[in-house]
């Protein structure tokens, strides 16, 4: 069910005195960090905002009402198949709570769920078509299985070599799904990217397609923290503090260069290293290394091609009155744009709860991802949520925050192979990070906890230091059938 990659062998601990400065403390960051640090490294963590988690961190905000409450970029999914991210939310004691579904609502007010779907592959994706009022047996037979087959055996990088050309919407229109199921089955998929299918490559949603149906036993039901995001990581900066590590909040790093065999890293002053992983998201990368005398002109050519996604918005609403009971904590959408999803955070936050016990209200967030129109976007989410739940029409808004963010990777067609590596250009350098590319099946929250553990093992390994294993989902099709057919087609 599950594939395990062993780490290089080595001493247990790193000698005395070994130092590495991570520069970024989001997932990727501290994810490279503890698996430093539990090897006896000595880590210097930076992390330009005053809190820790990147784009899955958290603030807090003073709402009307005088009372602070948590704040953040929006929900994230902690889907099973996160297997690092959530080995390392374990070792600090993080408290996840399941959700009882994934409902997907198109515009004709059809909900397709994947509650109760059998749990393994290939019956788990024929169980979804075959009671989905969306995708039905009728539309199945249109699909031309021949244009389909690459979804059936995904290897990595075997998938970006076949389908990385060819953007998401003109795969999907070869394969010849139906719009209505493509608007659920696979653009709530590629909009998790913050890109349109037509910006988005068809390798990376073939691989999401393998990472959730066809080579994974967990599916589509997810868990959710019930901290709120600005005390989620707070357990394990602490954990790394009992390790030795350094932690450096609201404090930016202006450059890197190679001193001797080391390195010095430039921020409010100078701090020498051994090594340095770099986990940062696009935007800083390009911005440190053009700043930094690091590495051969191609490699920084390499950096400075990494694109940002479109534009996305959160948009959070503390309302008067409480959402009716039955509407799900999280609902995604298709087809109804800008709407990509609903949650209801009071059924899960912990903040969330306690501000609409108090109040008798709910605490209700709408999100539209890859956004074409700024000026209109917030209006039109606010009208999306009285056409989906009528009842917030007579709600009134006693709070409204909105998050516009530009800051996440763009996995356009073509760029899987120009993607940087982990192992930097010179000894000692690595690179971490949700858009630093690795051969293995994993995506989004998982694919930064990944890359930090590998960047960190990279390093390790350079000292004869043992690294941490890793587990993912196979690396192929897990259905022999499947795969043979994928083969013969």
């Known amino acids: ?60 905000v003073t709402l009307t009402d005088g009372g602070t409450t948590g704040m953040s970029r929006g929900f994230h999914a902690f889907f099973r198949q996160y297997y690092t991210l959530r080995a390392l939310l374990a070792r600090a004691g993080a408290e996840l709570r399941p959700l009882p579904d994934y409902p997907l609502a198109g515009p004709d007010g059809r909900v397709d769920t994947f509650r109760g779907l059998p749990r393994t592959p290939p019956w788990n994706a024929a169980g979804f078509v075959l009671r989905s009022p969306t995708f039905t047996v009728t539309d199945l037979l249109r699909v031309d299985p021949r244009a389909a087959l690459p979804l059936l055996d995904v290897t990595v990088p075997g998938i970006y070599r076949l389908l990385d050309a060819v953007d998401a919407e003109e795969f999907l229109a070869r394969v010849r799904f139906p719009e209505a199921a493509r608007h659920l089955a696979f653009d709530v998929f590629s909009r998790s990217f913050f890109a349109p299918p037509r910006r988005l490559s068809a390798g990376e949603l073939a691989l999401m397609f393998h990472l959730y149906f066809l080579g994974s036993a967990e599916g589509l039901l997810f868990d959710v923290p ?83 996604a479109p534009p996305f918005l959160v948009r959070r609403l503390w309302l008067d009155r409480p959402v009716r009971e039955d509407r799900p904590a999280f609902l995604a959408t298709g087809g109804m744009p800008p709407l990509d999803n609903i949650s209801v955070l009071d059924r899960y936050d912990r903040d969330a709860a306690a501000w609409a016990h108090r109040s008798g209200g709910s605490v209700v967030e709408v999100h539209a991802y890859a956004v074409s129109e700024p000026d209109t976007t917030g209006d039109r989410l606010l009208a999306r949520l009285h056409e989906v739940y009528p009842e917030t029409r007579r709600a009134r808004i006693l709070d409204d925050r909105a998050e516009w963010r530009a800051d996440c990777p763009l996995f356009a067609p073509g760029t899987f192979f120009w993607r940087p590596e982990i192992a930097g250009p010179v000894p000692g350098l690595a690179l971490a990070g949700d858009g630093i590319r690795v051969d293995l099946p994993v995506a989004l929250m998982e694919r930064a906890a990944v890359t930090g553990r590998l960047a960190a093992n990279h390093l390790l390994a350079g000292w004869g230091v043992a690294g941490h294993a890793l587990t993912t989902v196979p690396t192929h099709g897990r259905t022999r059938a499947l795969r043979a057919l994928a083969r013969l087609g």
């Open 226 to 308: 019930t901290a709120p995001f600005h005390l989620l990581w707070a357990p394990l900066a602490d954990r790394l503090a009992r390790l030795g590590t350094v932690a450096h909040p609201a404090t930016a790093v202006t450059a890197v260069e190679r001193h001797g065999k080391g390195f010095v890293v430039h921020a409010d002053r100078a701090y020498p290293a051994d090594g340095v992983v770099l986990a940062l998201d696009p935007a800083g990368l390009r911005a440190l290394v053009a700043g930094s005398p690091l590495g051969p002109p191609e490699w920084r050519e390499r950096i400075a091609r990494q694109e940002n």
């Open 1 to 60: 069910m599950r594939e395990r990659h062993p780490a290089p062998a080595g001493r247990p601990r790193a000698e005395e005195g070994r130092r590495v400065a991570v520069i970024g403390g989001g997932i990727a960051g501290l994810s490279a960090a503890t698996t430093l640090a539990e090897r006896g490294v000595a880590v210097d963590l930076f992390e330009r905002r005053p809190y820790w988690g990147g784009r899955a961190g958290g603030w807090t």
